[in-house]
Nanobody, 127 residues
């Protein structure tokens, strides 16, 4: 069983920055996809950024491209999400997710494709 624990959420003013962390109990270097999702009140949970652990290949939602950066530290078994130039629409609960995935298949962006989830961390952006 893989455990994921997010941290780093909080309140920030629009235009500011925040870095989220996700500590994993297990971190596979191959066949391993990790992602950040977010869910705003009354909305569906959406993928914000996805990373394939073996080569660091990333994919971002259009709404965060150029503002958010997903990265990993394999030695620390930690995934990060650096957020800059945040706006009020970034307000949501942010979740870390992970799943095993064959290398021949790209990392998914669909909630149901991820096996392991963190408890979530709240990010609130004020204007």
């Amino acid at each position: 069983q893989v455990q994921l624990v997010e941290s780093g959420g909080g309140s920030v003013q629009a235009g500011g920055s925040l870095r989220l962390s996700c500590a994993a109990s297990t971190y596979a270097s191959r066949n391993w996809c990790m992602a950040w999702f977010r869910q705003a009140p009354g909305k569906e949970r959406e993928a914000v950024a996805v990373m394939r652990a073996v080569d660091g290949n990333t994919n971002y939602a259009d709404s965060v491209k150029g503002r958010f950066t997903i990265s990993q530290d394999n030695a620390k078994k930690t995934l990060y999400l650096q957020m800059i130039s945040v706006n009020t629409e970034d307000t949501a609960v942010y979740y870390c997710a992970a799943t095993y995935r064959a290398l021949s298949i790209g990392c998914p962006r669909v909630r149901g494709e991820y096996t392991y989830w963190g408890q979530g961390t709240q990010v609130t952006v004020s204007s």
